[in-house]
């Protein structure tokens, strides 16, 4: 360590519990101006918040969120981010896949047990809503008389986020559009919600001088103040819409000791690749993977008793060069399940699916889509289609396991894939069999572009069994799977020109998203849905009804 305050990076044979808890929240969620990077607009809050309120658990409690949607004339939904929904897959809060979403003026209550101690997250999960400021994070703590394998005095939560101007009604207007819009890159990078934007780049200026305004307090630098030589466990996680970041502490180390709620045997780094008496030191984030203009987010790191609004003496740290994925890459290798914590994979999967992520023109429109099917939700929700038998509401045709020339398909050049298709129907998974997933990265429509995905799976962890450079060889490359400690996670990166190799069982009865976490790539196409064991689900509630085929299905 360079400082003397330790940091533990929290990335995202039981004991009897103590008696499980019932934690109610009551929220109510409208569209509120805020200026988080000075810059004044629309952003969705909760409780007048954006982060909104932190969910606090303790392992085995049940949570009960009462939401209200004063959106006014929008539709919602609340994911729980790595929360399983065991035996609730109705909780999951996805609109079009588990539930139907909230109408404007309607109350919906999400009950859920959280199983397993963490860190998680929770954000809108309705068009790109999440980038509108609907976020925010879970804290499940261990059970009363239990410890975690690494000690620590202080638990914090910091979330990363970008930031865009235009409100997500332009930006997916512009990407429905046979005249293709890209939204660009974000304005600016928040830490916990703050960050700072140059009002002078406005374009064109304003003639409102409320617009934007730096000096305004909601976007005064986030401060964390620590005390020398006590160790802070940091719970660091990223809902960008966009954006892969590093993040870093000047003049720290970090040690990785948890991902995705799994612990991970402790490796000390200086950046943190995450898809999102002394003095005081700047905590930046750098967008990496994209030739960006967003500038740095900046926070400040505050030993105490200095003042908290004193400048570090230093310029922020430069960020790792944008396009070096070898760092990232060798990042993603070495992080490993820790020693006593070991979850091993069953040593052979009943089923592999090859998922080339491709980006398609179908009828004019530009669309990302796995082995040339690109995701088009329906209007019934799978979750409520499949237990209610109602299969005449989305294609019933089974989807590929693998591009049929996958052999001969070139990753380095733009395809002509004119056989690209929407669809709606899923891929139906045996219950309780073994599935392995590879994710296969290659080139846009862009010539010599392939970009960062980091794709999250619903209801499920998987094992991170490996990564590669180029085109995955499904003879050879298996053979060099790590079997022994693979670490768990239910998000993962699949790098530019590169494959990402996954297994997962599917235990967990319901119909479960599978999807690139970037906003504008899952809302143009860039997921799947897996069915496994829905005739397991019990009853579905009322409450999740009411729209598509289920319109009567709640009565008058």
């Given at each position: 360590m360079s400082r003397s305050t330790i940091l533990l990076l929290c990335v995202f044979a039981m004991m009897a519990l103590a008696e499980a808890r019932v934690r109610h929240y009551k929220w109510d969620v409208k569209y509120e101006f805020k200026s988080p990077d000075g810059y004044k607009k629309l952003a969705i809050t909760i409780n007048g918040k954006t982060p909104g309120p932190a969910v606090l658990a303790q392992q085995g409690d049940t949570v009960v969120v009462e939401v209200t949607n004063g959106l006014v004339t929008q539709n919602l939904a609340i994911h729980w981010h790595g929360i399983r929904q065991i035996g609730t897959p109705w909780s999951d809060g996805t609109g079009g896949v588990t539930q139907c979403p909230i109408l404007p003026g309607d109350t919906f209550t999400y009950r859920f047990v959280v199983d397993r101690p963490g860190t998680y997250l929770y954000h809108a999960h309705y068009g790109?809503?999440?980038?509108?400021?609907?976020?925010?994070?879970?804290?499940?703590?261990?059970?009363?008389?239990?410890?975690?394998?690494?000690?620590?005095?202080?638990?914090?939560?910091?979330?990363?986020?970008?930031?865009?101007?235009?409100?997500?009604?332009?930006?997916?207007?512009?990407?429905?559009?046979?005249?293709?819009?890209?939204?660009?890159?974000?304005?600016?990078?928040?830490?916990?919600?703050?960050?700072?934007?140059?009002?002078?780049?406005?374009?064109?200026?304003?003639?409102?001088?409320?617009?934007?305004?730096?000096?305004?307090?909601?976007?005064?630098?986030?401060?964390?103040?620590?005390?020398?030589?006590?160790?802070?466990?940091?719970?660091?996680?990223?809902?960008?819409?966009?954006?892969?970041?590093?993040?870093?502490?000047?003049?720290?180390?970090?040690?990785?000791?948890?991902?995705?709620?799994?612990?991970?045997?402790?490796?000390?780094?200086?950046?943190?690749?995450?898809?999102?008496?002394?003095?005081?030191?700047?905590?930046?984030?750098?967008?990496?993977?994209?030739?960006?203009?967003?500038?740095?987010?900046?926070?400040?790191?505050?030993?105490?008793?200095?003042?908290?609004?004193?400048?570090?003496?230093?310029?922020?740290?430069?960020?790792?060069?944008?396009?070096?994925?070898?760092?990232?890459l060798a990042q993603s290798l070495a992080i490993k399940a820790r020693q006593g914590y070991i979850h091993t994979p069953p040593p052979k999967s009943d089923r592999v699916i090859v998922?080339?992520?491709?980006?398609?023109?179908?009828?004019?429109?530009?669309?990302?889509?796995?082995?040339?099917?690109?995701?088009?939700?329906?209007?019934?929700?799978?979750?409520?289609?499949?237990?209610?038998?109602?299969?005449?509401?989305?294609?019933?045709?089974?989807?590929?396991?693998?591009?049929?020339?996958?052999?001969?398909?070139?990753?380095?050049?733009v395809a002509n894939n004119t056989n690209a298709t929407s669809s709606n129907a899923v891929y139906r998974l045996k219950f309780n069999t073994t599935v392995d997933i590879i994710l296969q990265n290659a080139n846009t429509l862009n010539a010599n572009n392939s970009e960062t995905h980091p794709w999250h799976l619903h209801g499920h962890d998987f094992w991170v069994l490996g990564y590669g450079t180029g085109k995955f060889d499904i003879d050879n490359d298996p053979k060099k799977y790590n079997l022994a400690n693979p670490i768990m996670k239910n998000t993962v990166a699949v790098h530019p020109y590169g494959w990402t190799a996954l297994r997962f069982i599917a235990d967990n009865p319901g119909a479960w998203l599978f999807h690139c976490h970037i906003e504008a790539h899952f809302y143009m196409g860039m997921g799947v849905v897996f069915e496994e064991g829905v005739e397991k689900v019990g009853k579905l509630p009322l409450e999740i009804m009411g729209c598509g085929e289920t319109k009567g299905f709640k009565g008058p």
């Open positions: 790109m809503q999440r980038e509108a400021g609907l976020y925010g994070s879970i804290r499940v703590l261990m059970p009363d008389g239990m410890v975690e394998p690494f000690a620590h005095d202080y638990d914090k939560s910091i979330i990363l986020s970008d930031w865009y101007h235009q409100s997500t009604y332009e930006q997916t207007s512009g990407l429905s559009s046979i005249d293709f819009v890209w939204v660009g890159e974000p304005q600016s990078l928040l830490i916990q919600g703050k960050g700072k934007f140059d009002c002078s780049k406005l374009a064109p200026p304003s003639s409102n001088p409320s617009a934007c305004n730096a000096t305004n307090p909601e976007c005064s630098t986030y401060v964390q103040t620590v005390v020398p030589g006590k160790t802070y466990r940091l719970r660091i996680s990223s809902l960008t819409a966009l954006s892969a970041l590093s993040f870093q502490i000047e003049g720290h180390n970090m040690t990785i000791v948890e991902a995705d709620e799994h612990y991970v045997e402790p490796i000390v780094v200086q950046n943190l690749f995450i898809y999102s008496g002394e003095t005081n030191y700047w905590i930046t984030t750098n967008i990496v993977g994209r030739n960006a203009t967003t500038p740095p987010g900046l926070a400040v790191l505050n030993y105490y008793p200095n003042h908290p609004k004193r400048v570090p003496p230093m310029d922020p740290p430069t960020g790792p060069i944008w396009n070096d994925v070898a760092p990232r998922f080339l992520n491709t980006q398609n023109k179908i009828d004019g429109y530009v669309r990302w889509s796995m082995n040339n099917v690109s995701l088009k939700l329906p209007n019934t929700p799978y979750l409520i289609a499949l237990k209610e038998n109602l299969h005449h509401v989305f294609d019933q045709r089974p989807l590929p396991d693998r591009l049929h020339d996958f052999a001969d398909y070139d990753i380095y050049h």
